[in-house]
């Protein structure tokens, strides 16, 4: 027998309730039953994990180790569990996930306004397990980001809607010798030190090939997955952006010759879900919340207006 997750519960159980009659009483078992099932995951161990006394039983030092491991694996395979089978539904809960879209923020607004219920709301920087939690019930709509021309495969049940293409912008430090240029071409960038966020799902590779097609191999020196703009200001290196990015004191956030990386911006939920109809009306206030969010930004506006020129 292997040390498995039900035996850490029940390591956690008897540690919480301080007792093997009350422990038992909790995880509805005999006591000896429970008893039998505490030496046999001792013996696992090779030690043992709980004093007795008359007041009740306490973690040994060894059995302290084990409780602290089982506190942080436990809760990662209840996520785990429940990003992969379905859930349902909780009456008045709107579930989102979503990734490192700048349109989150209108994205939950947009629910707020058109679908009832309480929004609640889940980051998660992978879109393969946002198509799953979606598809799986898990969540009722998603936002991703998908890099390049690529297409999102999903599930026949999964409607994937594009709320927008957008270019990918750099991001620089404000004393940055490009930085007071109305665009930088990728090549010039070549011994820079990248910023570069490690969700993968293709990002990665789609970055790597842009880089090579410009001619150079990027140099990643810090791989990331939030902070990249205050490591930038920080003078740590350049990162790719979206375009619709506050620039912070100390950041430049410019344009790329020739566009040559484009992000969708993509809604995803189930056809046959009972609020589907809002969601499509999501994703129209989403297309519109997109045009306002753009015009916030000056040089995203001029890039827009000379491509439209």
Same mark, same amino acid.
């Given at each position: 027998m292997e040390l498995h997750v039900r035996h850490l519960r029940v390591l956690r159980a008897i540690a919480r309730a301080g007792s093997l009659n009350r422990a038992a009483a909790e995880l509805r078992?005999?006591?000896?039953?429970?008893s039998?099932?505490?030496r046999r995951i001792e013996q696992l161990v090779g030690d043992r994990l709980f004093d007795r006394d008359p007041k009740g039983v306490r973690p040994t030092r060894i059995g302290e180790? +084990?409780?602290?491991?089982?506190?942080?694996?436990?809760?990662?395979?209840?996520e785990l569990d429940r990003d992969f089978r379905r859930q349902p539904r909780t009456a008045g809960d709107v579930r989102v996930g979503w990734n490192d879209s700048a349109l989150a923020s209108d994205v939950f607004r947009c629910v707020r306004e058109l679908v009832p219920g309480e929004l609640t709301t889940r980051a998660d920087l992978s879109n393969t397990r946002l198509v799953a939690q979606v598809a799986n019930g898990c969540v009722d709509l998603a936002l991703v980001l998908l890099c390049g021309p690529r297409t999102l495969a999903v599930p026949g049940l999964v409607r994937a809607e594009r709320v927008v293409t957008e270019p990918a912008f750099v991001a620089l430090p404000a004393w940055h010798r490009l930085a007071g240029a109305a665009e930088v071409d990728l090549a010039d960038l070549a011994d820079e030190p990248w910023i570069v966020s490690s969700c993968g799902d293709g990002c990665r590779? +789609?970055?790597?090939?842009m880089c090579l097609a410009h001619g150079f191999v990027p140099k990643i020196a810090h791989d990331v997955d939030t902070m990249r703009d205050r490591l930038v200001v920080g003078g740590h290196g350049v990162s790719l952006t979206q375009p619709t990015t506050p620039e912070l004191p100390g950041l430049a956030?410019?344009?790329l010759a020739g566009a040559p990386m484009t992000v969708q911006h993509i809604l995803l939920w189930r056809t046959d879900h009972p609020f589907a109809e809002r969601f499509a009306e999501v994703h129209e206030a989403a297309v519109r919340a997109y045009r306002a969010l753009a015009g916030e930004h000056p040089g995203y506006r001029r890039w827009l207006d000379n491509r439209t020129a």
């Open positions: 078992l005999a006591q000896p039953a429970l039998h099932q505490l180790l +084990v409780l602290a491991r089982a506190e942080a694996i436990i809760p990662a395979f209840d590779i +789609v970055f790597r090939e956030v410019r344009p």
